[in-house]
């Protein structure tokens, strides 16, 4: 199945803008996608910048010494949320008619990561990136965290309808 493109979503960097394990798990997932020829581009998200480092430009930094060429690779360096990842990508992708997308994220995101990019108006796959398991108090904080995160972005895209 070749996908028109693989969408990366950012997250928090570590120090001096190095990845941190959850951008380094993402990053690793869409270069293993890439190599298996899933899709021809890889757009990463994340326009948030860490220690003067923008998400996106840590996230392809990896990608390229993981094997994926610059002219594979593709920058959103606005968005600041989930929300605006798939607005911005839409604006990126659609208008070129890539609109079957390989979506790369963490597990326990990708519930709401493809609510917010199906409303963006794509045809979203999920390639998750597998994350160590929590429990306890972690655990719980994640779920609630997502789930009024899921929430609040369905209020703001009036039930996640074209962003």
Known sequence: MELSSLVLLGCRLGELGALSPTAERRAARAAEAFRAGLSPRILACGGKAWSGVRETDALCAFLARSGVPESALERE?????????????????LPRG??????????????????????????????????????????????????????????????????
């Open 77 to 93: 360096g606005w968005s600041r949320s989930t929300r605006q990842n798939a607005h911005h990508a839409a604006k990126l992708l």
């Open 98 to 163: 890539l609109v079957r997308i390989g979506l790369v994220t963490s597990d326990w995101h990708m519930t709401r990561a493809l609510r917010c990019f199906q409303g963006a108006g794509f045809d979203p796959v999920p390639l998750p990136a597998a994350s160590p398991l929590l429990h306890g108090w972690p655990k719980l904080v994640r779920v609630v965290r997502e789930r009024v995160s899921l929430a609040v972005d369905g209020a703001l895209t009036l039930g996640f309808s074209r962003v």
